[in-house]
Nanobody, 124 residues
């Protein structure tokens, strides 16, 4: 079992920045990819970004490329999402997820464990 806890969400004005963190505990000795997804009210949960363990490959949704940066610190079992130039359309609950096949996929079904989410609200 793996427990994931997100933090760092909040209210920010358009153009501002936030850094989300996702701390993993439990079965953390294996290699696993980490992903960030988000869900706005009335919308499907969508892929934001992912990072693999082996190789550290990173992937981004087109809507966040050049604005968001994903990174990980394996010593702390933590993954980060630095979000810059935030827009009102980035408002959503952000979830982190772990994939123990280390695929870095954009598909929700590829992820084994999910956090509870953290709210990000961007005001215009």
């Amino acid at each position: 079992q793996v427990q994931l806890v997100e933090s760092g969400g909040g209210l920010v004005q358009a153009g501002g920045s936030l850094r989300l963190s996702c701390a993993a505990s439990g079965r953390t000795s294996s290699s696993y990819a980490m992903g960030w997804f988000r869900q706005a009210p009335g919308k499907e949960r969508e892929f934001v970004s992912a990072i693999t363990d082996r190789g550290g490959s990173t992937y981004y949704a087109e809507s966040v490329k050049a604005r968001f940066t994903i990174s990980r610190d394996n010593n702390k079992n933590t993954v980060y999402l630095q979000m810059n130039s935030l827009k009102p359309e980035d408002t959503a609950v952000y979830y982190c997820a772990a994939d123990f096949l280390d695929r870095g996929s954009s598909y929700r079904d590829m992820y084994n464990y999910w956090g509870q989410g953290t709210q990000v609200t961007v005001s215009s």
